[in-house]
């Protein structure tokens, strides 16, 4: 059996041994408990001095690296399980920054140590506490305390007061059940709300008192003492001194150092200079004895006989006596404020040698807030294991969510977060996004320190000093309330709009509000990221614009478009690849690296689909319906046998006889812009349904196809327009063109008509001048159609016979036709089209697109007709807004899933739905874009009953929501089901 | 203190009562039908799923998670979830988070436990748990 193997069966076997003598260990026991902690196959994280090769020079630096060695890892001596320990370690990792210390406590732990004491020191919230108790918890599952030295007397970790309660703690359940039942004497109620510690006694809203009895009981000499005298009274009082069994007394008892010293535990000593001055003197033996200075000493307990109390009257630590699970780390606070916490004695410095831990870089924010998003740092594993990360990241994942749970049981397994797993499925998302949270952070906690600060801007002296620094502190604990808050779905606020249809009829409103949108399941993840951002954006206006600092509110605002926090648009249309904080930590639901999943979810949806649609399949196994593998094959097939720019749809195919082959099949798109289409007379029956094309915009793979084929590559729209354009100004021409040629005719009756010229006789020659400029100018507008007829690649004879034509006539009227090239636009060989027409085939540089197809609606009784479905992308933040007719709620769920925001027309509250949905999909777009993603909509649509004298009237005044919900498609897309062969996917 | 605050279940102390002991409880796992035993299961994840997505939550200072949940049916299950530890005393709630046996505590509305004690016991004991936190819907917390 290999060595793991045996360690792992031997697990149960380690318990008690930490508690056991070094001495008495054998070789055995060590080996049972000793774990590897970075071996060249498992590296550990590890920050530390790396020589560094730079263009022929070497140089000292701080690297973030591994521990990668299978002769010397570091070690950790155990009595847990190897995987429960190595899962800590990974979840739990100390930032960069502090993973040396943790790299020293292990080394101080192992048994050949005689150092067994270490004291860190550093800001609020830094993680030192945290440290000393992962290392403890990886020790065994013992309880690990953390003893809080605040304000306490130092002696008390060698000998302590305690109260004792006597056996079943009987005076204490007494009072407790006095104080629920509201039957406790008014005095003592006063007595124990005031007379006791106040740290340990709360009174709750309803009046009631809670009193923490274990942390009373030891609270250190002084509260002790006070609290026994406030008990001995009340106990009398309340009569109960009487009772039997209600015991109170007060002892002295070995303190915690000398406990742990004699049980083998590994405790951590908080906030150490915040500790009662001048009371560690009577450490300094025993400190001396914990960092291995001296291996005998003994402590004398001053409590002994105080107070006819009993107890030891002194300890002697041995060095022989070391228990392998023993080790104390100490943290105490950077800032010596002078108040709470305090300077150190010359000698504790000396033997202890504080470690300083630095202040947080932008790799150690970045850890932490990985951790706190996800459960693990997973900026710093994907730092170690770039490379690898990178060349399989579907293995990456693998690894991370095995991390998430090493070690774990079912009921802790149970217990994660589901968006923990979500997101680290999208560990990109959260590096991306983590990497500029964690320079946002930095960055607000440099403006709060008055020393960086007014380095950064002099005129925040006024703004910026030390009280609010301390006030806001903006530090790791903060980074965990933020991203805690955003969790949980809340209510949102969203823009006040004066034409919101707001309900104002007071008698309505004295009645519960009708839930006329029934709320639509939306996970956690989907919009997690815009409730963070929303957060920090409300939290800058909160902590400096709203408290009167308005130079530091300009300073963060600044900072937060910076770091890319928020999807602002700073430029309209501006494309980047880098994702804002928002989009990166909005999860889309098929959005993750891991395939199979993808698949997983796709095959669930369509049999969903096939179920709802079509009531002859009655299976309930998904299986049944389409498989795994034949999904996946599907999806891959369309990667691989359609062209990025194929004008093809895919449509789920509800034919239950083939359907399990074929999960999709093919649909055309039949644009009647398209002058070849002109004629088409659509049938309703063959057009693709409504619900199939409306399930494909959330389909993986189908989703991004058919979004691509709703667009025209072809410019037939904007053909259109412009050959309409061009005829329009034809007609005006040509008619003034034969009105001057009447009237010339009417106004000359003696002109030669032999050969048809006019000479420029008389009072007709002006007559003449007008007819011929009128002429060139329709011969300069034939030029211009020409050219661009030309860029459109379309044949121009039509064009060229009539110049011809015209050239002649011009001639005839003795016109002069030498300046062929004036005004005319010359041949560029691209399309040059005004922007309504370029969103409208989603080629604006705005980034916005927007058109309107056709489908089939079948209602209840059978009967089909055509309806139209818009569609509004934005390219640059990735939202796609549909409005069409209803959606079941699944298909609802998983629009905002995918990101698709869907409007039912029919919806009574669908004016105020869309308003919210295009202030969104447009959010930082300006006045023309608005008003041209308008006219791309009408380009193809027309309002319903509109004598067409008034259509364009009508249109100016049209909001987007009225084309939206009311209008009806006049140059349609229509969606036709392939009849004949249909390509199957 | 005893055995460093070491008690095992059997030495349990007033307040605190293991899950699935609450009042109509649903029969227990052993006696229920598979079918039912299944309906428990998916209650008692559903009922977690719902308060992790929905509820305000707090990071403790060792990494427990203390959710914050409006008595309703999510409670309710969770109450009779037998790997639940429930606690109605601070004493009660110390010992669970002692206890490496009990992962998950529930504190019921009414329990003597109030959040700046919850939180200086949590500071005292390096664990990491998750607890849940019942509150009158009126009077919910906004971690």
Known sequence: MSRKGTKKDNANNKAGLLQKKIADLTAEDLDNLELPLGTAS??????????????????????????????????????????????MMYRDMPTPSMMPMQKDILEMLKPESKNRIYFMKGDPGAGKSFLGGLVGRAQSERPVEIFDCGGKNMNDLLFEMVLDFGKGDALPQAIDKRLAAGAIEPLSYGLLKNGLPEKYVEETEDGKLVIDWEG???????????????????????????????????????????????????????????????????????????????????????????????????????????????????????????????????????????????????????????????????????????????????????????????????????????????????????????????????????????????????????????????????????????????????????????????????????????????????????????????????KLYETAGGAGKPGLYKHLKELMKQCGLKDLHLQEGAHSSAKSVESALNINLFDTTDLNEQVKLAQKMFADYVRESNPE?????????????????????????????????????????????????????????????????????????????????????????????????????????????????????????????????????????????????????????????????????????????????????????????????????????????????????????????????????????????????????????????????????KKTLVVGGAASDRLSTLFREVGVRHINRDDQNAAAQLRDALADIMRGASEDTRNNVKSALLFRNDPVGVDESKIIEHNEKASMEDILLSYEPYLGKYLVANKQAPRQM | MTENGKKEKNGKADGYREGGAAPAASPSLSAASGAEADMDIVARQAARLKITEECPVEILPHGSRLYFVAKGWETSIIEKDPDVRVVETLKAFEEALRDPKAETVFIPEGARVTLPQLMRISRRNAVEKVIYKEENKGEQSDA
């Open chain 1, 42 to 87: 498992r590296p550990y994280p590890m920050w530390g001095t790396v020589v560094v090769d730079e263009d022929g020079h070497q140089s000292i630096e701080q690297r973030l690296g591994a521990v990668k060695d299978d002769e010397e890892p570091l070690r950790l001596y155990s009595e847990r399980k190897y995987e429960e320990v190595i899962g």
């Open chain 1, 216 to 538: 009373l009981k030891e609270s250190g000499t002084e509260n002790v003492e006070k609290a026994y005298a406030v008990l001995t009274k009340v106990s009398k009082l309340e009569g109960l001194d009487s009772a039997g069994g209600n015991a109170l007394g007060m002892n002295s008892q070995y303190g915690l150092a000398i406990r742990d010293f004699i049980e083998g535990n590994f405790s951590t000593y908080d906030e150490y200079n915040k500790s009662k001055e001048g009371t560690d003197n009577a450490l300094q033996t025993f400190l001396q004895f914990a960092n291995g200075e001296i291996d005998e000493c003994t402590v004398v307990n001053p409590l002994k006989n105080k107070d006819q109390t009993s107890g030891p009257s002194e300890f002697t630590f041995r060095r022989e006596d070391t228990k392998l699970g023993w080790g104390i780390v100490m943290t105490g606070n950077a800032v010596e404020d002078g108040t709470t916490t305090r300077s150190l004695n010359k000698s504790v410095y000396s033997r202890l040698t504080p470690v300083t831990i630095p202040k947080p870089s932008l790799m150690d924010w970045q850890h932490r807030i990985c951790q706190i998003m996800t459960g693990l740092p997973v900026s710093t594993l994907y730092r170690t294991f770039k490379d690898k990360a990178d060349k399989d990241p579907e293995q990456f994942t693998e690894m991370l969510l095995y991390w998430r749970q090493a070690g774990l049981s079912e009921e802790q397994k149970a217990n994660i977060p589901q968006i923990h797993t979500s997101l680290l499925k999208n560990w990109k998302n959260v590096i991306e996004a983590s990497e500029k949270l964690a320079k946002f952070y930095k960055g607000w906690a440099e403006l709060t320190d008055p020393d960086k600060a007014l380095i950064k801007d002099g005129n925040l002296v006024d703004e910026v000093d030390e009280e609010y620094q301390k006030e806001v502190s903006i530090d790791f604990r903060k980074v965990i309330q933020h991203i805690q808050y955003a969790m949980p779905i809340r209510a949102k606020m969203s823009r006040a709009n004066p034409s919101d249809d707001v309900d104002f009829n007071p008698k309505s409103w004295a009645a519960e509000p009708a839930k006329r949108i029934k709320r639509q399941k939306e996970s956690i993840e989907r919009n997690f990221g815009t409730r963070l951002t929303d957060l920090l954006a409300d």
């Open chain 1, 617 to 877: 399949v009655k299976a309930t196994d998904d299986n049944a319906i389409v498989t795994v593998a034949q999904m996946k094959e599907t999806l891959e097939r369309v990667k691989t046998h359609l062209s990025e720019d194929a004008p093809v749809f895919l449509i789920p195919n509800t034919d239950p006889e083939t359907l399990s082959s074929n999960p999709f099949v093919t649909a055309e798109k039949i644009d009647v812009a398209d002058e070849k289409n002109r004629d088409f007379e659509p049938v309703t029956e063959e057009l693709v349904d409504h619900d199939a094309f409306m399930m494909t915009l959330a389909f993986p793979k189908a989703a991004d196809q058919n979004l691509k084929a709703v667009w025209d590559k072809e410019n037939n729209l904007a053909l259109l327009l412009m050959k309409s354009n061009y005829a329009q100004k034809r007609i005006d021409l040509e008619s003034d063109i034969e009105e001057l040629k009447a009237a010339k005719n009417a106004a000359a009756p003696s002109t030669d008509e032999t050969d048809g010229v006019s000479g420029p006789t008389g009072g007709v020659f002006g007559d003449d001048d007008t007819l011929v400029e009128k002429q060139k100018e329709l011969l300069d507008l034939l030029k211009k159609e020409a050219a661009q007829l030309k860029d459109f690649n379309q044949p121009t004879d039509e064009v060229d016979t009539y110049m011809k034509e015209l050239r002649k006539e011009i001639k005839a009227a003795g016109g002069d036709i030498e300046d062929e090239t004036r005004t005319v636009t010359p041949f560029t060989g691209d399309v040059i089209l005004d922007d309504d027409v370029k969103i409208a085939e989603n080629d604006s540089d705005t980034g916005i697109g927007a058109t309107t197809v056709v489908v089939k609606s079948v209602n209840e009784n059978g009967e089909a007709k055509a309806v139209p479905v818009h569609i509004i992308v934005n390219n640059s933040s």
